[in-house]
């Protein structure tokens, strides 16, 4: 009771306000709101001596108001001092940056390098006079395996490989959807590629990972045949490996062409006398191509003998593998800017 005997409810209040009125800055204000609020300031001591109900409102009352002038000038002062850096502290953002400070490098960033080969691949293909086709990473099963001729026994149905949104829809496991709707929606000619992510219950290994890129081409028109098939192959696989780099073909099947073939591209890390990343074949697969099966004519409408053409599909990651010397697939998602800062 002795504390707040001494204490004068109104002389705090106007000393206090005019304290706050009279700081200049905002440590000032600091020191004002201690003084002041404080743990051990008069205005505390008070209140912790308090007995009654009449002096514990006035003194809580007189707290109220110094804390809202408190904070009505903080907001002033730091208006005014925000004013005062900008006045004082512009930077000219068009000068370079060496006129700014002592001379020092700034990191570049880089483009990925599934993206560095997605834009040669446009490049190559819009060059031989393809169309690049956008499609839907989330399909139906009538296209992405119906349209395709895949069996309903085949193992690409079946959930443990393909990743099901419902009993009709998937995250689609190729490119190819793109390419029935656009033989849906265009008679030959049809120079087409289509670039895009698919999805694969894949086991994660040095080559295989679940999600991935893709590119896929499409030619129908009079007669095509497989040897136009094999020269653009051909054709891709210098443009995208130098010439020095091995190419071959083997027969093969796939349930949307016929006849049918893979590509596959000599091992960058042994030179081709085998190692664990080529499963000591000496050579990585690079994907498939044939010549478009009869059935996919039919299930747009178009006669069956009414014209020719080849598909082929090839992985983004697999093809940045072979281009630029990388071990691990795995590496493509991790974001290790170790590793993504070396492609410049």
């Given at each position: 009771m002795d504390t707040v005997a001494r204490v004068d409810p109104d002389d705090l209040e106007r000393e206090a306000l005019a304290a706050a009125a009279e700081a200049r800055s905002l440590a000032a204000l600091s020191e004002v709101r201690v003084r002041y609020l404080g743990r051990r300031s008069a205005l505390k001591l008070a209140l912790r001596d308090v007995r009654d109900r009449e002096t514990g409102m006035t003194l809580n009352a007189v707290r109220e108001t110094v804390e809202a002038a408190l904070?009505?000038?903080?907001?002033?002062?730091a208006r005014v001092e925000l004013e005062e850096r900008l006045a004082t502290e512009r930077v000219d953002v068009t000068l370079p940056a060496q006129l700014l400070g002592p001379p020092r490098l700034r990191p570049r960033g880089t483009l990925h390098?599934?993206?560095?080969v997605r834009r040669d691949v446009e490049d190559i293909f819009l060059g031989l006079g393809y169309e690049i086709v956008d499609g839907r990473e989330v399909e139906t099963t009538r296209y992405n395996f119906d349209a395709l001729g895949f069996p309903a026994w085949h193992p690409a149905r079946?959930?443990?490989?393909?990743?099901y949104l419902d009993d009709e829809t998937v995250l689609r496991t190729e490119t190819?959807?793109?390419?029935?709707h656009k033989m849906e929606s265009q008679r030959p000619p049809i120079y087409m590629v289509s670039i895009g992510r698919v999805y694969r219950?894949?086991?994660?290994?040095?080559?295989?990972?679940?999600i991935f890129h893709q590119f896929e081409g499409l030619a129908i028109d009079h007669g095509i045949t497989m040897a136009d098939l094999k020269g653009t192959l051909l054709y891709v696989m210098r443009e995208l490996y130098g010439p020095d780099r091995e190419?071959?073909?083997?027969?093969?099947?796939?349930?949307?062409t016929e006849p049918s073939m893979e590509p596959d591209v000599s091992c960058f890390n042994c030179g081709g006398a085998g190692c664990s990343i080529?499963?000591?074949?000496?050579?990585?697969?690079?994907?498939g191509s044939g010549m478009v099966d009869p059935y996919l004519y039919e299930f747009v409408g178009w006669g069956p003998e009414e014209y020719t053409g080849f598909a082929f599909g090839m992985g983004i990651e697999r093809t940045?593998?072979?281009?630029?010397?990388?071990?691990?697939?795995?590496?493509?998602?991790?974001?290790?800017?170790?590793f993504l800062g070396q492609f410049r």
């Open positions: 904070t009505a000038r903080e907001d002033e002062l390098p599934s993206t560095l079946s959930p443990r490989d393909t990743l190819s959807p793109a390419q029935i219950r894949d086991e994660v290994t040095a080559t295989r990972y679940p190419v071959r073909f083997r027969t093969h099947y796939f349930p949307f080529c499963k000591h074949s000496g050579w990585i697969e690079m994907g940045a593998q072979l281009r630029y010397g990388i071990g691990d697939i795995r590496a493509f998602w991790e974001n290790d800017l170790r």
